[in-house]
């Protein structure tokens, strides 16, 4: 692996590898001393040209963690916003040394881009791309998921997969790359998804992916769920009307203080309810059940961290084509990226 640009091509031994990896570095993050000196004198570059929170955070403590040097790049203030182009931007991260580049855009494909061509020499991690991947959040929530579900069964994480767990994905699915990449990642691992969605907010072509559609939550959830994920209603990518009413929305696809209920009397009562953040509270999901101990958002977050020092340490710590960890970098490039 020398890029994570997507999970759509991401092998089942390459995901379970990056989860059990993250395990390592969750145990590491639970320890007094945090830090791990693995990537010193490497550089991480997170170049965002979109707005984020949790995610850019993510990246720079995962980084810091591992004891790499990190460069925040934001468009917004860059020369970016003088026109300067992605070819340009990443030449002058390249003349920088960057080991690692961390980018989110607009335009999906923007990474695969970057990872193609030859004006960077650096590992390139997607970290959203438009609305087409986000990667290390599918991986994200598939850890936080294989925790809860190998719990259940009693058995270890590592080397663990999602065999069998129902999840169901609601929402916004049209302009949501985490809802792609969870897609492919889930069946990836064996679990088995639904989306449920309004018929406006499904992309063209839902039917091919390797998944249930449904247009009924109710029904989604009565036929059993074990995961239920929340989207965010991403208004703005939103240059039309998709939805009658907010208040419609959240009847009809919200998860609800009613449908909270309805997990009890359903008999669910190990189903846990994610979001990727940030969660528009009263809209796709209600704030008892954002905050319900069913809840896994914070978990999210915090395996976030985990989850990101295990991609950049795979990426970075050996020689990224072969099995990590196996052969270093040359001296000189050591040397070099440590000034
Ligand atoms: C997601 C994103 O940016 O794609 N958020 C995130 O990375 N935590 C989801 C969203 O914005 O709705």
């Excluded at 004891?67 to 925040?72: G, K, R, T, W």
């Excluded at 976030?304 to 020689?319: F, N, T």
Aim: aromatic share 6%.
């Amino acid at each position: 692996m020398r890029h994570l640009l997507s999970t759509e091509d991401l092998s089942l031994s390459d995901a379970i590898r990056i989860l059990d990896t993250a395990e390592e570095m969750a145990a590491v993050g639970e320890r007094e001393v945090k830090k791990l000196p693995t990537l010193r004198g490497r550089t991480v570059v997170n170049l965002f040209f979109e707005d984020s929170t949790r995610t850019r955070i993510s990246f720079e403590a995962a980084a810091k963690r591992l004891s790499a040097d990190v460069i925040n790049f934001a468009a917004k203030g860059s020369s970016v916003s003088k026109g300067e182009s992605l070819k340009d931007t990443a030449q002058t991260l390249s003349a920088m040394g960057a080991d690692a580049v961390v980018i989110r855009h607009w335009a999906s494909g923007a990474p695969h881009r970057l990872a193609a061509t030859d004006w960077i020499d650096a590992a390139v991690i997607n970290a959203g791309d438009g609305t087409h991947e986000h990667p290390t959040q599918a991986l994200l929530d598939a850890f936080t998921m294989r925790r809860h579900w190998s719990k259940l069964a009693g058995i270890p994480s590592a080397g663990a997969g999602l065999l069998g767990m129902r999840v169901a994905i609601a929402g916004d699915v049209l302009h949501s790359r985490v809802a792609r990449s969870n897609v492919w990642l889930l069946r990836t691992l064996g679990a088995e998804v639904t989306l449920v969605a309004p018929p406006t907010l499904l992309p063209i072509g839902v039917d091919k992916w390797p998944c249930r559609v449904s247009y009924d939550l109710d029904e989604t959830l009565a036929r059993g769920v074990d995961a239920m994920m929340m989207l965010r209603v991403q208004g703005e990518r939103m240059n039309a009307s998709f939805f009658p009413t907010t208040r419609e929305y959240s009847r009809r696809w919200g998860f609800d203080d009613t449908r909270l209920r309805t997990l009890d009397t359903l008999g669910l009562k190990d189903t846990i309810i994610m979001h990727p953040g940030p969660m528009n509270r009263g809209l796709e999901i209600s704030a008892a059940a954002a905050d319900s101990p069913r809840s896994t958002v914070l978990a999210q977050v915090r395996n976030g961290v985990s989850i990101r020092m295990a991609v950049l340490y795979l990426l970075l710590s050996g020689d990224s084509r072969g099995p990590a960890g196996t052969s270093k970098a040359s001296p000189t490039t050591v040397t070099k990226e440590s000034h």
